[in-house]
Structures are given as structure tokens and as C-alpha cells.
């Protein structure tokens, strides 16, 4: 495999914006630029910096299936790499278009409005003249604690936890087939606290890419920065928590992937 970022590894001590630690304490979202922070449940622009800063050189193609606000698409223009996002929701997609479009850089975005785990992605592929992206971030909702809209397909509305993960897988094997072999995939997720169970979201999903045959590269640990209205239930959490023999989220994970190697196909012989 060919260099995948844009690392001088005689300068490698220079970088001291990378991070290469599994514990990311970050407290200051960043807000500079289109960057808003105001879509509740999007993520902190340093994480789709990160990943995309690591796996990814100028010029390359990132895609996002959970686009949200288009933090990444953001990114991606401020990287110099180009980037298509998926989102199930119009109306937040026309947000990040206007965003990520009005953000200053010359990077080719393309979004599109559709389930991800049902688009078809040549057409576009083709048009841009690419056959597979370099890098694939899924932030997906966190099942059903914030429901984004209650459209069928969206991962927000699964009844059950089966149906959360058989919709992710769905959508995983749907999209990872236009990642470039031996190139990585990171996945945004968090637990979550339902009828009195702590749900680990994070183990399901690794075993289900796992499963996949995708090898796991790194399970990083971040911390969740408090927002006013969790500040406002702070003291109620941490009642609850005490009664009820558990601790309160503080945390959330990003999941490192590495797409194996395609096997060839053994000829036959007659
Ligand atoms: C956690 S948010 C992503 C936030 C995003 N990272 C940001 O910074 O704004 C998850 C998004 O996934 C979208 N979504 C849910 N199910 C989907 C599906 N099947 N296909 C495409 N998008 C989906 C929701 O509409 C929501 O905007």
C-alpha cells in the first residue's frame, strides 16, 4: 500500500497537532469558520480534523454517510480534500450544503439526500472520475436517544436494538464497498442508558465490523464536554446515578478500521 497521508516521517516530530494517544480530552469545540455546533448531536470538528489530517492526503475523496450540519464536509474544504455526504434528512442536509459550500477552499463536495443504506453511489463515483474514497467517517445517531426525524430508514427510529444494529450493518455494507482497499473507516459512537441497563453500542459495533472482516485498528476514548443543558441536570445525574448503581456518560468512542485486502478470485481450471 502506497503512503496514505501527508506525513513527512523525517519531520515526524513536528506534528504536534496530531494526536496519536487512544485518550482525547478535548474541551474547546471549535467554532472558527462555518463551524456552529448547534445541531444537537453533532460532533467536534477536531475529530473528522483528525482522522482526515491521518488517513487521508490532498486531493483525496472523504465520504460521510451520517452528514448531519457537515462538520466534515467543512473539514474537508479547510483540508484540501473533496468529500461527498449522505443524509437521510433534507432538511439538515441543505444546512451542511449551505455550510460546507460557503466554506473558503477550492475542494469538491457533493451531497446527497438518501438512506445509506440504499444509495447508490456509481453515478456520483463515476462523475467526479473516481472509482472508491480514501476514507469513510460514520457518526450515526446513538440509536434513539436524540431522535433526528422519524422518517422510515432513519437509524433514530429502530424499534428494537436488533433492528439499530441490522440498519447499521446495512449501511456499512452498502458504503464500505466504495473504500478503497487497505484504506481505514472511523466510526463515532456512544452507549447509552435504557430501562436501568448500561447498552454498549461501542462492542456491538466492533464485533459486528469484526464480524465484517475488518481489522481493528484503534478504540479511542473521548470526552464528552458538557453542554448548558447537561450542566442544568448535572445534579439530577448524578442523584440518579447514585441510586441507581451506575456512573454518568462522560465519554463517548471512535472507532479505527482498516478495510482488509480484496482476495483475488482463484481461476478455475477446466
Ligand atoms: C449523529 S448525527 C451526525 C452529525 C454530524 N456528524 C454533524 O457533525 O453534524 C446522525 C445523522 O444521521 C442521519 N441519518 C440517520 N439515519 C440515516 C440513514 N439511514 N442514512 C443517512 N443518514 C441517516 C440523521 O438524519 C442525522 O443527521
Not at 477552499?105 to 463515476?126: E, H, Q, R, Y
Not at 436494538?161 to 473504500?179: A, Q, R
Not at 442544568?232 to 456518560?249: D, E, Q, T
Request: proline share 3%.
Amino acid at each position: 500500500m502506497g503512503k496514505i497521508n501527508d506525513i513527512d516521517m523525517e519531520k515526524w516530530k513536528d506534528y504536534d497537532d496530531i494526536i496519536t494517544d487512544s485518550l482525547w480530552i478535548i474541551d474547546k469545540r471549535d467554532k472558527s469558520g462555518n463551524h456552529k455546533g448547534d445541531y444537537h448531536g453533532n460532533f467536534i470538528p477536531q475529530i473528522p480534523n483528525q482522522l482526515i489530517k491521518r488517513y487521508t492526503k490532498e486531493n483525496d475523496w472523504v465520504l460521510d454517510a451520517f452528514l448531519g450540519s457537515g462538520t466534515t464536509l467543512i473539514e474537508c474544504k479547510r483540508l484540501n480534500r473533496n468529500g461527498i455526504g449522505i443524509d437521510i434528512d433534507s432538511e439538515i442536509l441543505n444546512i451542511a450544503k449551505e455550510r460546507a459550500t460557503s466554506e473558503k477552499g477550492n475542494s469538491i463536495l457533493n451531497f446527497i439526500n438518501a438512506d445509506s443504506s440504499k444509495v447508490d453511489l456509481s453515478d456520483t463515483l463515476s462523475k467526479n472520475n473516481i472509482d472508491k474514497v480514501q476514507l469513510i467517517i460514520y457518526h450515526p445517531p446513538y440509536w434513539d436517544i436524540i431522535k433526528f426525524n422519524d422518517q422510515p430508514g432513519n437509524l433514530s427510529s429502530a424499534e428494537t436494538l436488533d433492528d439499530f444494529i441490522n440498519g447499521f450493518s446495512n449501511v456499512i455494507d452498502n458504503t464500505s464497498k466504495y473504500l478503497e482497499d487497505e484504506r481505514y473507516l472511523g466510526i463515532v459512537i456512544g452507549d447509552i442508558y435504557k430501562n436501568s441497563q448500561w447498552i454498549p453500542l461501542n462492542s456491538y459495533i466492533i464485533q459486528l465490523m469484526l464480524n465484517k472482516g475488518y481489522i481493528l485498528k484503534s478504540t479511542i476514548v473521548k470526552n464528552v464536554s458538557e453542554t448548558k443543558a447537561k450542566q442544568n441536570k448535572k445534579a439530577i445525574w448524578r442523584y440518579r446515578a447514585l441510586l441507581g448503581g451506575f456512573y454518568v456518560f462522560n465519554h463517548e468512542y471512535i472507532l479505527i478500521f482498516q478495510k482488509p485486502k480484496t482476495k483475488k478470485k482463484k481461476k478455475t481450471s477446466k
